[in-house]
């Protein structure tokens, strides 16, 4: 199942799930934060382990209802945060204008009076060593927004824009996902991953070179048999058949050095 992570807005008497991502953190998340929030946010969740390690587990509870361990984003941090970023994303990744904005105008246009943007990455922190190291690592993305230096974005994907970028749009989330710029990415995304499974298999390769190997042997014993008894069905058949093999043990050796190289790039 993996490692859920949430963005959602925090209403009276409800949560509005927008959407998730799964194992990761989508970089369109990340753009709606800065330094300040996200320090904030890991002082607030080291409290509230501590309150955790303290006390039983119903005043824990208790504690954690009047703080929520979720990064908590104002519309007002939003609209400065966002746009920030959108001129970041301009200049470096243009590509993801069109999606970041639709992006954007969603999610401003859920807004009522006193609601809160919310990402909730508490699973996704298992992923980590420790939480000083996770703060780090989110930490650094946002220096490289700020100093404007895109080498060193380590969460952005562009062949990924759906998994990296936006996360995926929930099912109370139906308006977005017929947006035509999401529309255009999951059909991107689905294709790269499409390509990404052609990796190196070191079993596939092994089983090409002993067909090779193997090739050689059919074709003595064909030509001998065809020396003893002239062309015959079977002979025929044989002689097809042991160049049918040649054929894919040559396809499979190219195939598997192509990805070694590949993997090894």
Known sequence: ?????????????????????????????????????????????????????AYNQQKF????????????????????????SRIFLQKHFPETIPLFDDFI???????ETDDKLEIDITQLS????????????????????????????????????IGQGTGF???????????????????????????????FNKKSLIIAIILFLLCPV????AYKMYKDEGLTAMIALIGILNLGFYYFSIWSLNKEINNFLEKRT
């Open 169 to 199: 749009a929930m099912s109370e989330n139906k308006e977005f996902s017929s947006f035509l710029s999401y529309q255009k990415e999951l059909k991107n995304r689905n294709i790269a991953v499409i390509v990404e499974k052609q990796k």
């Open 61 to 84: 509870e208790q504690f954690s209802e009047l703080n929520p361990t979720s990064i908590t984003i104002s519309e007002q941090a939003l609209n400065m945060n966002s746009s920030k």
């Open 105 to 111: 105008t969603y999610i401003k246009a859920q807004f």
């Open 1 to 53: 199942m993996g490692y859920r992570s949430y963005l959602y807005l925090r209403k009276t008497g409800r949560n509005l799930y927008l959407f998730e991502a799964n194992n990761s953190l989508p970089f369109f998340w990340i753009t709606l934060i800065d330094k300040t929030i996200l320090k904030k946010y890991f002082q607030d969740w080291q409290k509230s382990l501590a309150h955790q390690e």
């Open 126 to 161: 298992a992923f980590y060593n420790s939480l000083n190291n996770f703060y780090n690592i989110l930490d650094n993305e946002l220096n490289a927004i700020e100093a404007d230096n895109p080498a060193d974005i380590k969460f952005l994907v562009i062949k990924d824009l």
């Open 218 to 221: 059919f074709s003595i014993i």
